[in-house]
C-alpha cells in the first residue's frame, strides 16, 4: 500500500458516507495522511464532523468554505495555512446544478441556472488551485471529479455536462500553470455510483444496469474504487502524470 504519512491533504465535498469525496478520505486516512475536511455550510458541518471523528485515531480539522465566496475561499486556506503551514494535496469533490435544469432539453437552460452550475462546479476548482498553490510550499497533487456526460452526451446530465468540460479543459490549462511548481491537476471520470448527487435520479438504476452489461469489467465502481486511485493520483507513483483523465469507470468509455 502506498504511505502518504507525513503528508496533509484538503477534502472538499463531503456530504454523507456516500460521498465520492468520502471514499477518498477513507482511502487517503489507510494510507497515513492527514486529514481537513471543508464544508459548505452549517447544515453540512455536524455530518462532516461525525465521519471526520468515526475515523481511527483521528487528527483532522474542519473549515468551512462556500466556494462560490471568494472571502470564504481566502479565510479557508489562511486559516489552513494558520494550522499546519503547508499541505501536500487537494480533493475538489463539488459540483452543482439546479434539480429543474436537469430534466427534459439543455436547450432550454436559464442563463443563471447555467452561470450557477459552471460558478460551483468549474470556476470553484481555478480558485481552489489558486489558494492552495499558496499553501503548497513543497509541490503537491490536485484532483478533482468528472463525469462521462463531460466529453459525449448522456441523458439528462444537460448543463451539468457542459460544467464538467469546462472543469476537463480548466485541469488542462491549471496543469501548465502549476507544473513549473511541481503541483499536478487531474481529474477522476467516475463510473456513476449511487450518491446524494443521484438522489432523485428516477432512471439511475438503468443506468447502473447499462454498466453491468456494457462495462469491459460488467460491474459498476465504488466509492472505493475512486478513493484508491485517487490516492495514486496524490502519491508519488503517479509523479509523472499531469492534466489527465483518468477514467475510473469499469472501462465504460471506450465502449462505443
Ligand atoms: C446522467 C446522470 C444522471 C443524473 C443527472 C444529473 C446529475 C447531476 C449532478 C449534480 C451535481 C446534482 C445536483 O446538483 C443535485 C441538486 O440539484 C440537488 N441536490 C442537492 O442539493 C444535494 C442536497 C447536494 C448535496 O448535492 C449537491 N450536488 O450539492 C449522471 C449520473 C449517472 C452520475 C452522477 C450522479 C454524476 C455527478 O456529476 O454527480
Redesign the pocket.
Known amino acids: 500500500m502506498i504511505s502518504l504519512k507525513g503528508k496533509t491533504f484538503v477534502v472538499m465535498?463531503v456530504?454523507?458516507f456516500r460521498?465520492?469525496a468520502w471514499g477518498i478520505a477513507q482511502s487517503l486516512h489507510t494510507a497515513g495522511a492527514n486529514l481537513i475536511f471543508t464544508y459548505?455550510n452549517e447544515r453540512?458541518e455536524k455530518g462532516v464532523r461525525e465521519l471526520a471523528d468515526s475515523l481511527e485515531n483521528p487528527n483532522t480539522i474542519l473549515v468551512q468554505c462556500d466556494v462560490t465566496s471568494d472571502e470564504d475561499l481566502a479565510k479557508c486556506f489562511a486559516s489552513i495555512k494558520e494550522q499546519v503551514g503547508s499541505i501536500h494535496g487537494v480533493a475538489h469533490c463539488?459540483?452543482?446544478?439546479?434539480?429543474?435544469?436537469?430534466?427534459g432539453e439543455f436547450v432550454d437552460t436559464s442563463r443563471a441556472g447555467y452561470l450557477l452550475?459552471q460558478d460551483?462546479?468549474a470556476y470553484s476548482l481555478v480558485a481552489v488551485a489558486r489558494e492552495a498553490k499558496a499553501v503548497m510550499a513543497e509541490g503537491g497533487s490536485i484532483v478533482t471529479?468528472?463525469?462521462?456526460?463531460g466529453e459525449r452526451v448522456?441523458?439528462?446530465?444537460?448543463l451539468?455536462?457542459v460544467?464538467?468540460a469546462a472543469l476537463e479543459a480548466s485541469v488542462r490549462y491549471l496543469a501548465n500553470d502549476l507544473g513549473k511548481y511541481n503541483i499536478r491537476v487531474n481529474s477522476i471520470s467516475?463510473?456513476?455510483?449511487?450518491?446524494?448527487?443521484?438522489?432523485?435520479?428516477g432512471?439511475?438504476n438503468t443506468?447502473?444496469k447499462e454498466i453491468e452489461e456494457k462495462a469491459p469489467l460488467r460491474r459498476n465502481v465504488t466509492q472505493e474504487e475512486v478513493g484508491d486511485s485517487a490516492v495514486f493520483l496524490f502519491s508519488d507513483l503517479s509523479r509523472g502524470i499531469t492534466g489527465e483523465n483518468l477514467h475510473v469507470d469499469s472501462g465504460y468509455h471506450i465502449m462505443g
Request: proline content about 2%; overall charge positive; aromatic content about 8%.
Open positions: 465535498g456530504a454523507n460521498s465520492i459548505a453540512l463539488i459540483a452543482f446544478a439546479n434539480k429543474e435544469d436537469l430534466k452550475s460551483v462546479s471529479l468528472t463525469y462521462l456526460g448522456m441523458q439528462n446530465y444537460n451539468m455536462g460544467s464538467k467516475a463510473g456513476p455510483i449511487r450518491t446524494l448527487s443521484a438522489k432523485g435520479v432512471d439511475f443506468i447502473l
